[in-house]
């Protein structure tokens, strides 16, 4: 089943910002919208927002997700050593009836 | 605290069977829609399938259609996955994810299958 597209890696340094993009059609982002998660090493991947900007508890609003046509973004503010992780991107699709995820960014923090 | 435990994995011959089990605390399971997602080695996240609160609805992603069967037990809280005619390609972690407001919003810490003769 068709992905979204995200790029493989983004690298920026500590304290600054990066944008990570994620880009599907209109049967799915440019539906309702996508989901980010973070995934660290080892570890199970976490929800961080969900309809484009919305957080669950205990997110930091350094996180911050938006939507334009059918690509999101998730801008990550002040970044820090323990964002270091790959994120991934997801979204229900109307045409597929399936959940599609990107194939994950990993970003590091230099 | 919500906690989601799969178990069941383990090493099978290429064409086997195993059905894995996700027992999950922490909230009213027979509220909530659910998933199985795979990540294979050092790979992405694959979405496997979903299930209705009530079982009425059920999804399957093209790649696991007709050899996999998800079902639940909202008496037993508790999310299945049989998995029959296993491939080589199936090797992965699997995890059972909630559907909290058509998000995959809280997710187990996974089971390994791995698919080897």
């Known amino acids: 089943q068709a992905g979204l597209t995200q790029p493989p890696s983004v690298s920026k340094g500590l304290r600054q910002t990066a944008t990570l993009t994620c880009t599907g059609n209109?049967?799915?982002?440019?539906?309702?919208?996508a989901a980010w998660l973070q995934q660290h090493q080892g570890h199970p991947p976490k929800l961080l927002s969900y309809?484009?900007?919305n957080r669950p508890s205990g997110i930091s609003e350094r996180f911050s997700a938006s939507r334009s046509g059918n690509t999101a973004s998730l801008t990550i503010s002040g970044l820090q050593p323990e964002d270091e992780a790959d994120y991934f991107c997801?979204?229900?699709?109307?045409?597929?009836?399936?959940?599609?995820f990107g194939g994950g960014t990993k970003l590091t923090v230099l | 605290e919500e906690q989601l435990v799969e178990s069941g994995g383990g090493l099978v011959q290429p064409g086997g069977s195993l059905r894995l089990s996700c027992v999950v605390s922490?909230?009213?399971?027979?509220?909530?829609?659910m998933n199985w997602v795979r990540q294979a080695p050092g790979k992405g996240l694959e979405w496997l399938s979903y299930i209705a609160s009530g079982t009425s609805t059920i999804f399957y992603a093209d790649s696991v259609k007709g050899r996999f069967t998800i079902s639940r037990d909202n008496a037993k809280n508790s999310l299945y996955l049989q998995m029959n005619s296993l491939r080589d390609e199936d090797t992965a972690v699997y995890y059972c994810?909630?559907?909290?407001?058509?998000?995959?919003?809280?997710w187990g810490q996974g089971t390994l299958v791995t698919v080897s003769s």
């Open positions: 922490g909230f009213t399971f027979s509220s909530y829609g």
């Open positions: 994810v909630r559907n909290g407001g058509n998000n995959l919003d809280y």
């Open positions: 997801s979204a229900w699709d109307t045409s597929l009836t399936a959940v599609v």
């Open positions: 309809k484009n900007n």
């Open positions: 209109t049967n799915n982002v440019g539906n309702e919208g």
